[in-house]
T-cell receptor, first 111, second 110 residues
Framework: SQTIHQWPATLVQPVGSPLSLECTVE??????LYWYRQAAGRGLQLLFY??????ISSEVPQNLSASRPQDRQFILSSKKLLLSDSGFYLC??????????FGSGTRLTVV | EDQVTQSPEALRLQEGESSSLNCSYT??????LFWYRQDPGKGPEFLFT???AGEEKEKERLKATLTKKESFLHITAPKPEDSATYLC???????????FGTGTRLQVTL
C-alpha cells in the first residue's frame, strides 16, 4: 500500500534562517507531488507541484522553492525565512484522478 | 480562476441533530469534487469523490451529493467524534490540481 512520510512534525526557526522540509512517498511510482500551506483561519494554498523528477511548477511567487531530486522525494526549501512563512505545510501525492493523499504536516513557526 | 466557497464557516450541533454543509464552486472543466475531513494538527483525510451531477456517496453518518454548481455534505445524527473541519475541493486541469475551500468547522456536543 502507498504511504507518505513528512518531517519534521514541528519546527521553530528564527527569521533569516534556512528551511528544508522533506516528503517521501512509498508504494507508488511517478506520482504527482504537491506542497500546500495552510495559514491559521485560511484554506489550503497550493505552493508547488511536480509531475516528474526535476519538474517543478510554482503557483504563488514567494520566498520558498521546491525540488524533486528523486521520483518519490519532494523537498520544500527557503534560504531565508520570513515571519510570514509561518504555517502548516502539507505534502500530498496523486497518481490518478482520485484526489490526493496527504502527509501528516509540518507546523512551522518563524520567530 | 477556480473558486470554491464553503458555508457555514462554523457549525455547532447537538448530538443527533442532523444538518448539511454546503460547497459551491465556479470552475472550468470540473474533473471531480472531493470532501476531506481534517482534525486539528493533522493532514486532511479523504472522505468522498463525486464526478458528475446527481451522484451521491455515503459513509456511515455522512452523505455527499453533487449538482452542477454545488455539493452538500449531509450529516445524519452526528456524534461528538464527527467534530472536525470538513474541506471541499475541486479537481481541474491536467496536473490534477486541487483547489480547496476554507472549510467548515463542525463541533458536535453531547
Amino acid at each position: 500500500s502507498q504511504t507518505i512520510h513528512q518531517w519534521p512534525a514541528t519546527l521553530v526557526q528564527p527569521v533569516g534562517s534556512p528551511l528544508s522540509l522533506e516528503c517521501t512517498v512509498e508504494g507508488t511510482s511517478n506520482p504527482n507531488l504537491y506542497w500546500y500551506r495552510q495559514a491559521a483561519g485560511r484554506g489550503l494554498q497550493l505552493l508547488f507541484y511536480s509531475v516528474g523528477i526535476g519538474q517543478i511548477s510554482s503557483e504563488v511567487p514567494q520566498n520558498l522553492s521546491a525540488s524533486r531530486p528523486q521520483d518519490r522525494q519532494f523537498i520544500l526549501s527557503s534560504k531565508k525565512l520570513l515571519l510570514s512563512d509561518s504555517g502548516f505545510y502539507l505534502c500530498a501525492w496523486s497518481d490518478t484522478n482520485y484526489g490526493y493523499t496527504f502527509g501528516s504536516g509540518t507546523r512551522l513557526t518563524v520567530v | 480562476e477556480d473558486q470554491v466557497t464553503q458555508s457555514p464557516e462554523a457549525l455547532r450541533l447537538q448530538e443527533g441533530e442532523s444538518s448539511s454543509l454546503n460547497c459551491s464552486y465556479t470552475v472550468s472543466g470540473l474533473r471531480g469534487l472531493f470532501w476531506y475531513r481534517q482534525d486539528p494538527g493533522k493532514g486532511p483525510e479523504f472522505l468522498f469523490t463525486l464526478y458528475s451531477a446527481g451522484e451521491e456517496k455515503e459513509k456511515e453518518r455522512l452523505k455527499a451529493t453533487l449538482t452542477k454548481k454545488e455539493s452538500f455534505l449531509h450529516i445524519t445524527a452526528p456524534k461528538p467524534e464527527d467534530s472536525a473541519t470538513y474541506l471541499c475541493a475541486v479537481l481541474t486541469g491536467t496536473a490534477s490540481k486541487l483547489t480547496f475551500g476554507t472549510g467548515t468547522r463542525l463541533q458536535v456536543t453531547l
